[in-house]
């Protein structure tokens, strides 16, 4: 894989058939790739977007332009296309990459690039997955989804709400991710920037801040509250001065396990740097940011969260937040649980997290620390560190590089 004629011929292969997956096909095809297949699992899926795509593609409306793209193929059969692409993206959440992984894993091309959009937390522990293993393949990882997006129609159009400035990206093997951040750059049309190690991607993943936290600071206590249609909170622009000093402690907790981490890695320089939530909203967002003053103001006044709300469910006439909602059920198992595994093989105390953590886990109805310990009946449906054996910050290390 070198030089840009040659990214011109890439193959892309799209797993996933969501928001991010109707993002990502226009921008692909308006970026260059000359091949963009879409797989999901799920016939219903396929057929819906390949419906809505017989009409002429899928139209990305961002805040100041339109994308279209057209995919040339959209399918439920992984066989039928993966053995094609030179590069696959998961575009689904943290909890489906492990199926995906198994669908497409007997297809993949041999030294295919194999990575999730975001990778969320503890996806470099599937470097070790038997058909990315034999197939030589490499394992690349985003910090973030570039875009803040929702579908209109499907397989005919998505609303762009924002796009981040740039993007971090990690690989296994770590040596690779500056390349990987330039031909990804590129192939997507996002600037791109090479973190020294997954384990930056892990623990810079900011939806396991954001999402449990901001639940948390607004249900603290009052999980029972009900609302009217026209009352449903915003979800960001909803942030108190309080819910913000628990998001920041959340990220003043995982800047100290990075340093510990840092120290025992002998990581120096800049690209493996975690930084606060503040930065990292500042450096994604920019202008978008009309007051950046501080992490609430960061959060409230940012054009790609507005009107966004939180997630609900009903109930009778009236709306309960839904603590079931992918904001817990992908940010907590495979968010917290993984980072609190880094903390405890790096001997940090991360009070603020095993507070939201132990809440969060009650209110979905799921048990992963007991007495401090990751021995809970769901610690199996995470991506701890100790699902895979890792107990020491050697091994951690070696895992993420
Ligand atoms: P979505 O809900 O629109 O689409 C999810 C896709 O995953 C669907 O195609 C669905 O069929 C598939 N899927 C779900 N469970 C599956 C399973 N068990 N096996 C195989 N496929 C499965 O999700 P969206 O919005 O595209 O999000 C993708 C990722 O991007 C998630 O990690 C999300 O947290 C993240 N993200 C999304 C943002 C957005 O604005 N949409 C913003 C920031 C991050």
Known sequence: MSGSGVD?????????????????????????????????????????ISEGVASGGIVAR???????????????AADGLIPQADIVILAVPAFAHLGMLNAIGPH???????????????????????DIARKSALLFGFQTLPWACRIVAYGRSVRVLGVKRTVRVGSLPSAAAAEVAERLGRLIGIRMRPVASML?????????????????GLFRDREDVAFAEEEIPLFYQGVTEAVAGVLDCISDEIGLVAGALSLKAGWTGDD?????LR???????GDAIADPRDTRSCLATNSAYAGLRIPIVKSGALHRPDFRSRYLTEDVPYGLVVTKG???????ATPTIDEVLATC?????????????????DIKNSRHPVNFGIATAEQLVRAGS
């Open 8 to 48: 011109r011929k890439m193959k892309v292969a799209v797993c996933g058939g969501g928001n991010a997956a109707h993002v990502l096909v226009p921008a692909l095809k308006e970026a260059g790739a000359s091949w963009v297949g879409v797989f999901t699992p799920f016939q219903e899926e396929a057929s819906r």
């Open 62 to 76: 961002y805040p100041d332009r339109e994308a279209r793209g057209v995919p040339d193929v959209v399918t439920s």
């Open 108 to 130: 993949l091309k041999e030294g295919a690039w194999v990575g999730a959009m975001p990778s969320r937390g503890g996806f470099e522990f599937l470097g070790t997955h038997p």
């Open 200 to 216: 930056a991607i892990t623990l810079g993943n900011v939806g396991q801040i954001v999402h449990p936290g901001i639940m948390y």
């Open 272 to 276: 493996c740097r975690v930084g606060s």
């Open 279 to 285: 930065e990292w909203l500042i450096e994604s967002y």
């Open 342 to 348: 880094i903390a405890d093989i790096c001997g940090v």
């Open 361 to 377: 886990s009650r209110w979905m109805g799921a048990e992963y620390y007991v007495d401090s310990r990751p021995v809970g009946r």
